[in-house]
C-alpha cells in the first residue's frame, strides 16, 4: 500500500492512480488509470483554496513484482487550468503468506506556480509492509522524501475488507502519519508566502520550531469502495483528515530599501473531507 503523498500524497500516493492489488499479480499487465481528487490535502495539509486535480496514469507491471508508472496532474481550479504535477515511479512489489511487501521510488515534478503544500518534495524512497490477520490488516510504511533537505516518515494504518461479491469491496481504513517538515518549512517560504515580483518586492525566509524533528501530522479515516467489470474497476473514496500539531513558523522578510523583521505565525489547521474517483483499465 502506498503512501498517498497528493492526490495525494500522496499524494499522494501517491499521485491519486488506483494502487495495485499485489496479491491478484500473476501475469504482466498493463494499466491506464483516470483519478479525479476534488481537493489535494497531505497529512491533513492543504492549500487556502482547493486544489482539484484530474490525473490520468499509465503503468507497466511485470508479473515478478517490478512496475513502471507515470502520471500527469491537471490543476481543475477557475482561472488556474495548468499540468500542476507530473510523475515518474518505478518499484517493486512482493508477497509470501498473509505479507505483502513492497520498494519503490517516484519522482516529481511541480510547476514552479503550483501551491501544494508538497510542491516542495523532488522525490521519494519508500518500503512499505502489510500483514493480513484474517479479521483485519495492518500495514507499516517508512520513507525518504527529498526536498532543500531530507524529510523522513512513518505511517501505520489498518483496514478491513467487505468483499459482498467477485465485484465488490468495501475497505473501511484508518490511519496515522509521522513526518519531519523541512519540505513544509520550504513551502512556507517559497510558495505560500512568497511575495509578487518586483522591484519593491521583498525577500522571504522561513523557519521552524523543531522542523527535523519526527512529528504526528494527522489521524485519516477513509472507505475505499470499489467495483470491478471485465477489465474496469471503478473506484470512489470518501477521507476526513484530522490533522494534529500546527507549525509554528517565523518569517524573516527584507523589504529592498528597509531593514529586515519577523514575523511567527501559528498554522491553522481544520479538518478536511474530501473524496476521489477512480477508473482503472488493465489490458
Known sequence: MRKKILTCLLMISMTGALAQDTTAVKKSYGMAALNFI?????NGRKDSVNTPYLTPTLGYYHKSGFYIEGSASYLLRSGSGRFDLFTLG????FSFGNFEGQVAAEKYFYNNNSTNVAAEVKGIILTSGTYDFGFIRSWFQPGISFSGKTDYWLSWGVDHS????????????????????????????N?????????AAPTVTASMANASKLTIMDYEFSV???????????????YYAIPVNP???????KPPLAPSFTKTITEKTENSFYFSFDIEFRF
Open 90 to 93: 518505478a518499484g517493486y512489489d
Open 38 to 42: 476534488n481537493n489535494s490535502v497531505y
Open 224 to 238: 475505499p469502495v470499489s467495483y470491478s467489470v471485465n477489465r474496469f474497476t471503478f473506484g470512489f473514496t470518501p
Open 191 to 199: 510558495r505560500r508566502f512568497k511575495p509578487k515580483k518586483g522591484p
Open 247 to 253: 507549525a509554528v513558523v517565523t518569517l524573516t522578510i
Open 162 to 189: 467487505f468483499i459482498p461479491d467477485d465485484r465488490w469491496e468495501i475497505a473501511p481504513s484508518f490511519s496515522l502519519n509521522a513526518e519531519t517538515r523541512n519540505y513544509y518549512t520550504s513551502w512556507f517560504g
